[in-house]
């Protein structure tokens, strides 16, 4: 969020084409992790009796998680709107903005184009899901997450193209509805841009419970609505009542005219910003989906708060840093990174150190009956400094904070090991055994 109070005595417009709160509030992250957190309940019921508890899990009531989800999310964007509507300082336009020319833009508002001209223009725009040819082309119908989790009923087999973030994490929500699963990724491996060890072993744990096609592009798609035939390149055919595409996301940068005001961009589309987030064109901003090298809400916004403070300030303009940026994916078991894989280490010549420890080493992985997870860290043989840290387990999401901090803050694995205090018997003793592992 870049406009707040401290922008009152400016006249500001804000332009969406779509519902406030963006991707993460009504599409992305926020509706996918409450549909997660509702899918490893599920699980957790069945899955009770390896700890000797009786229970049976009877389902799930879709149509209901699905209202409880978005009545809470629709309500808070709606908010959002309200909020700025009201405010004396701000002008809201519902509709899509093209620019004109330099500091100027028209914006379509259904039946009527208002233009705007502004000192300072901040684009914001973010991306949308990229839909292959195949898919496109075909006239058959299909979701992406802009769509599916907001479906009326779950599929009876969902096939998923794309084996990223995104199929990993709704595959699990639709699992737990009830659909049985099948995803085609044309790598070899689910998550294939994590670390090696984290993305066989997340391959092969999916491959216990999900059909998965790897090393596949899809030819065609055939069939009928409900009836779709997913034609892979090696003659394979994938029956499906649903298509979920997940094969990444294009940022919005093609419906701005972006020529007619001097913003450049990369070829994948991104526009192209300095360190202080400024595009080439004076006076305009850009964070975000639209311009990051890194498409994560926590990325937009921190680049929000620069671009926030460069507005005001521009005779002491903030640098975004992109040093230390950690992710996770909710997926099952979640997975958590920060910094260099150990093939980009081996790649960089790098002299490096690594240090495991699973979670069935430790005694709280013992009471989670945990036979999978683990802490992976590497660090520079010279500098003991940390290079990278993977988790793939039980609580992954926040564990990796510690490691996050370590790195950020420039602490070395030794002190990190032995300086603070680790609770025991709690989970974060698979980082520090890692730790000392290294
Ligand atoms: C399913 C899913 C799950 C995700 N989960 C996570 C997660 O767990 N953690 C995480 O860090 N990230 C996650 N992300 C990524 C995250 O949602 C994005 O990185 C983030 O929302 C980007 O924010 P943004 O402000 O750049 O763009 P957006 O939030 O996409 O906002 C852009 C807005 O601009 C509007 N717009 C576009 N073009 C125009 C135009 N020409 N005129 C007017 N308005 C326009 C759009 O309608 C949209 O409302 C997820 C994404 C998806 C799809
Ligand atoms: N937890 C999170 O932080 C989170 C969750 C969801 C999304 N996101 C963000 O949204 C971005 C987009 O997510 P995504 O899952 O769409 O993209 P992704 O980049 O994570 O994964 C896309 C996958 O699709 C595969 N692919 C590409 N073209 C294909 C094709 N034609 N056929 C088969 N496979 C193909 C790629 O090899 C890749 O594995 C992510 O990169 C991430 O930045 C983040």
């Known amino acids: 969020m870049v406009v707040d109070s401290s922008f009152a005595d400016l006249d500001v417009a804000i332009v969406a084409d779509g519902p406030f709160g963006g991707t ?4 992305g992250c926020i509706p996918s992790k409450m549909l997660g957190y509702t899918a490893d309940v599920a699980r957790t019921v069945g899955g009770a009796a ?29 908010e959002g709107r309200e909020g700025r509507e009201k405010s004396d300082f701000i002008t809201v336009y519902d509709g899509h903005a093209r620019f004109t020319g330099p500091k100027r833009l028209q914006v379509e508002q259904g039946e009527t184009s208002v233009a705007i001209e502004a000192e300072q223009i901040v684009l914001a725009t973010g991306a949308r899901p990229t839909v292959p040819p195949q898919v496109a082309d075909s006239g058959l119908p299909f979701e992406t997450s802009d769509t599916i989790m907001r479906i009326d009923q779950p599929p009876r087999r969902l096939a998923v193209l794309g084996g990223g973030y995104i199929a990993v994490e709704l595959a699990e929500v639709f699992a737990a509805a009830g659909s049985e ?9 689910l998550l294939g841009t994590q670390d090696e060890s984290v993305s066989e072993a997340f391959t092969e744990l999916a491959g216990r419970r999900f059909e998965l096609q790897l090393g596949r592009e899809l030819t065609r798609l055939e069939g009928s609505a409900g009836e779709l035939r997913l034609v892979l390149d090696d003659g394979t055919v994938v029956e ?47 964070l975000g989906d639209i311009c990051s090298p890194y498409q994560l809400k926590h990325v937009a916004n921190r680049e929000a708060e620069v671009v926030a403070h460069n507005l005001r300030h521009p005779d002491e303009l903030r640098a975004t840093s992109h040093d230390v940026v950690p992710a996770a994916v909710f997926s099952n078991p979640q997975i958590a ?24 080493d430790v005694a709280y992985g013992w009471a989670l009956e945990d036979t999978d ?5 590497l660090a520079d043989r010279d500098t003991g400094l940390l290079l990278g840290a993977h988790l793939m387990g039980s609580q992954a999401l926040t564990l990796i904070q510690p490691l996050v901090l370590a790195m950020t803050l420039g602490i070395d694995a030794k002190t990190l090991a032995q300086q603070p205090y680790w609770i025991h018997p709690a989970l974060s003793e698979v980082i520090s055994n890692a730790l000392r592992a290294l």
């Open 240 to 286: 499906a009542d649903m298509l979920l595409v997940a094969v990444g996301r294009t940022p919005n940068s093609d419906g701005l005219d972006l020529a007619k005001s001097g913003i450049e961009t990369f070829d994948d589309g991104r526009v192209v910003v300095d360190d202080y987030q400024r595009t080439e064109a004076d006076g305009v901003f850009a």
């Open 373 to 377: 997870g683990f802490c992976k860290i």
């Open 24 to 27: 993460c509030l009504n599409f």
């Open 50 to 78: 390896q700890y000797g508890v009786e229970a049976s899990l009877r389902g799930m009531r879709w149509r209901q998680v699905r209202d409880r989800v978005f009545s809470r999310l629709d309500a808070e964007s709606a």
């Open 181 to 189: 699963i099948v995803i085609v990724e044309q790598a070899e491996e």
């Open 337 to 360: 990174f920060v910094g260099a894989t150990e093939q980009d280490c081996r790649d960089a010549g790098r002299d490096y150190a690594v240090g495991t420890t699973r979670y069935a």
